[in-house]
């Protein structure tokens, strides 16, 4: 008689917490794939934004060595550094860096200008 009442306390217990468990795991797998893309996004719009400040500021004119400041087309500060590159005295490096980093996220070498 006692088993033909169905689910008891403890079996609808365990059953929710189950549910809840697979629930919450699968929020987090979107949320995580959601953040991911947008950290993608971002990074490519940096890259672009990088791209455009270097082709509009320094392709044009070999700048002399120092850090730039410069404003980008996302209306960041960026910052541009050009010095002389340890493989050729005829080459200089150019790098872009993101606003509130310190590592590159583009750099390129140019030809700099000899004088004799």
Known sequence: MRND???GLLEAIVSIAIIG?????VFDLVIGATARRARSVDQVEQMLAAQRLLADEVALAAPAEGRYPRR??????WTITVAKSRESDHLKEVAVIPPGQVR?????LRLAATTR
Not at 72 to 77: A, K, T
Not at 104 to 108: D, H, K
């Open 5 to 7: 009442r169905g689910f």
């Open 21 to 25: 468990s697979v629930a919450v795991t």
């Open 72 to 77: 980008g087309s996302d209306g960041r500060l």
């Open 104 to 108: 590159p996220l583009l750099m390129t």
